[in-house]
């Protein structure tokens, strides 16, 4: 017998179901009078520093259909691209925003809606900075553990043409999964769980 | 730099990576949701960059009087949610065996009689007039937390011919970095629906389905009340830094 490094397993993941509404945004389905509000559901303040942006995002499944009952959180960087975390390092992020939502998608168009800043530019581990993105977690009935991703942004060529980790993705022709298209102050993403389509998915 | 409710120095190093055979896969068909919502393509891994060792802070002044206690928090004034009474506590540890102070933790769950109150729901369980099934809390500094609730039952669902879902405790839970961010799902010590269940099939070492069965825990009951379930929860771990060059300054 060998020595064991002796570390705990992590919790195995399960799926948040159909009805992780009750959970995380009881306001939205219903469920009034526990919590004042669904947290993550209101992201910039008045005073909160940057552009303001709309995402627009749908989560399809595999026949192109969109979940209706999918949860996706995204966490973000500042407009000076400091995270509003004690991890970050570098500094003191704006305090006026948390960095971090949560959305339901629509019970009926599918479509799920964040309004919030464009994140500045945050450094790789190398100390060269990655394009701006904001960070995806999307979990549903049917998905046993939550996905990653990221979102990047269409108006951003030069950044994300050296961007460390777009550059990782060997098949280019993937690239464009990560990229939501800029329509005025909207941005449009589409994540596809499946298929010719298909999003690229982190583990990290 | 937002709060962190301790007065440790925060960590800053990366995060073990997951084992993905110890999780349940993607696609796992006797579940068969997972079938058209399971990616085909491999994961693209990379170390932790800024944007996975960062993550929110919730700071306690953000809870209700009630967040933790389903069996009153939708329940109106005197009166109180039907079931067996019962607190589910324990510590939210990484993987190294520390507890993670200050993080959020959320539940949700079913009625005692299987019943969700979701306009999805159609299962002919009534609701519970007294029972929303919603409820949070935020770790203490050794990881620690508490609830109160009652016992929800299991219930039919629409995956094969006649299946039904153990009794369980969906939980929602965060560290300090986003990259530890999982949802899983809470058993009861016992319970023979476990084992013929196709979500928890989906893991597939039975260590690891016996690390989401809560055990009976009679030295927490309040006699005369509520029977008691100790559930942990682990996180992922953050590396030691060993001759770790970190260019980044973090």
Redesign the interface.
């Given at each position: 017998m060998t020595q064991s490094p002796d570390r705990l397993k992590e919790s195995p993941s399960q799926t948040a179901g159909p009805y992780v509404h009750i959970g995380l945004t009881p306001n939205f389905c219903g469920i009034g009078g526990v919590y004042a509000s669904d947290f993550g559901a209101t992201m910039v303040q008045d005073l909160t520093k940057g552009e303001r942006i709309e995402l627009r995002i749908r989560v399809l499944d595999g026949t192109g259909t969109p979940l209706k009952d999918a949860l996706v959180e995204i966490w973000q960087a500042d407009a000076e691209g400091l995270y509003n975390s004690p991890a970050e390092m570098r500094g003191g992020a704006d305090p006026t925003f948390q960095g971090w939502g949560r959305q339901p998608t629509d019970m009926e168009t599918g479509v799920c809606l964040f309004r919030t800043i464009k994140p500045g530019r945050v450094p790789f581990r190398d100390g060269r900075l990655m394009a701006p993105h904001i960070t995806l977690w999307i979990v549903a009935r049917g998905i046993n553990v939550g996905l990653n991703t990221r979102l990047y942004f269409s108006d951003e060529e030069k950044a994300n043409a050296e961007d460390p980790i777009l550059a990782r993705i060997e098949h280019r022709l993937r690239v464009p999964t990560l990229i939501a298209e800029r329509q005025g102050s909207t941005y449009v993403f589409d994540i596809h769980l499946q298929g010719e389509k298909e999003t690229v998915f982190f583990d990290s | 730099?937002?709060e962190?409710g301790s007065n440790q120095a925060?960590?800053?190093g990366a995060f073990?990576?997951?084992?993905?055979q110890?999780?349940?896969?993607?696609l796992?068909p006797n579940?068969?949701?997972?079938?058209?919502?399971?990616?085909?393509?491999a994961?693209?891994?990379?170390?932790?960059?800024?944007?996975?060792?960062?993550?929110?802070?919730?700071g306690h002044a953000?809870l209700?009087e009630?967040?933790n206690d389903l069996i009153h928090?939708?329940a109106r004034p005197g009166e109180s949610a039907i079931g067996e009474r019962i607190i589910v506590h324990g510590r939210v540890?990484?993987?190294?065996?520390k507890g993670v102070p200050g993080v959020?933790l959320?539940?949700?769950q079913a009625n005692a009689g299987g019943r969700?109150?979701?306009?999805?729901?159609g299962y002919l369980a009534p609701l519970d007039p007294n029972f929303?099934?919603?409820?949070?809390t935020i770790t203490g500094e050794d990881g620690g937390y508490a609830f109160r609730t009652v016992r929800p039952g299991p219930y039919p669902w629409p995956n094969g011919p006649n299946d039904w879902r153990p009794a369980h405790i969906?939980f929602?839970?965060f560290g300090?970095?986003?990259?530890q961010?999982?949802?899983?799902?809470m058993y009861f010590e016992g319970d023979p629906l476990i084992w013929r269940c196709p979500?928890?099939g989906?893991?597939p070492n039975k260590?690891?389905?016996e690390?989401?069965i809560a055990a009976l825990d009679m030295q927490s009951t309040i006699p005369m009340d509520a029977l008691a379930y100790k559930f942990d929860?682990?996180?992922?771990?953050r590396r030691s830094t060993l001759f770790e060059n970190?260019?980044?300054?973090?």
């Open positions: - | 730099m937002a962190t925060p960590e800053a073990f990576q997951r084992d993905r110890w999780h349940p896969p993607a796992t579940y068969k949701s997972s079938v058209l919502r399971s990616p085909q393509k994961l693209l891994s990379f170390d932790n960059t800024l944007s996975e060792l960062t993550g929110p802070v919730f953000m209700g009630l967040d928090n939708f540890l990484d993987e190294r065996g959020l959320e539940f949700w969700y109150r979701h306009k999805k729901d929303g099934g919603c409820g949070r969906h929602s839970v300090h970095g986003f990259a961010r999982l949802i899983t799902q979500i928890v989906g893991i260590v690891a389905v690390a989401l929860i682990v996180l992922r771990g970190r260019p980044e300054g973090n």
